[in-house]
């Protein structure tokens, strides 16, 4: 019996490499293409006047790279830091530059490769996110993988999370 033969007009992805972290009990990925460096945390310089989710400036090499409570920013609670605690440096594509951010996680996971084969759309019901702030899931045995679109996140104010039901 010979193995079934994909369609020729079926879309296929690539496989993706991405860095994996945790927040809270939910697992993210994002792709390993706009991670500049992962940091130990450390507090940011506050500046005042920012959003609710903007924690202050990060030092970095001595470049002050805006930094944001990834927690706040997707409608999570925040916690206080932990040793697990890490800020990602991102290199987040918008439609007119490129903006250098640091995002504070709960925990980083791993760095992998993502089969492209295993890579489903975004539900469109039954989740707590908005899908067009996700790329696509991955089943793991533990649960889903969320691969997210950071520039439609740090693009817009949008809420990440849709409001609960009442």
Do not use: C, K
């Amino acid at each position: 019996m010979t193995a079934p033969r994909p369609l020729a007009n079926a879309p296929t992805r690539d496989d993706l490499q991405v860095v994996t972290f945790g927040l809270g009990r939910e697992v993210f990925a994002v792709p390993v293409v706009l991670v500049r460096e992962i940091l130990d945390y450390q507090m940011p310089s506050h500046v005042p006047g920012g959003p609710a989710h903007f924690l202050g400036l990060t030092d970095v090499r001595g470049q002050g790279v805006p930094t944001v409570d990834f927690r706040r920013r997707l409608g999570l609670p925040a916690v206080e830091p932990t040793l697990a605690t890490r800020i990602i440096i991102l290199d987040v594509p918008l439609p007119d530059r490129t903006l250098a951010l640091g995002v504070v996680i709960d925990r980083v996971l791993a760095v992998s490769t993502l089969s492209g084969a295993r890579i489903e759309p975004a539900p469109d019901i039954g989740t707590a996110w908005r899908g067009e702030f996700v790329d696509g899931v991955v089943r793991e045995a533990e649960g889903f993988v969320v691969i997210l679109d950071v520039a439609r996140i740090f693009g817009s104010e949008d809420t990440v999370l849709l409001p609960a039901e009442v």
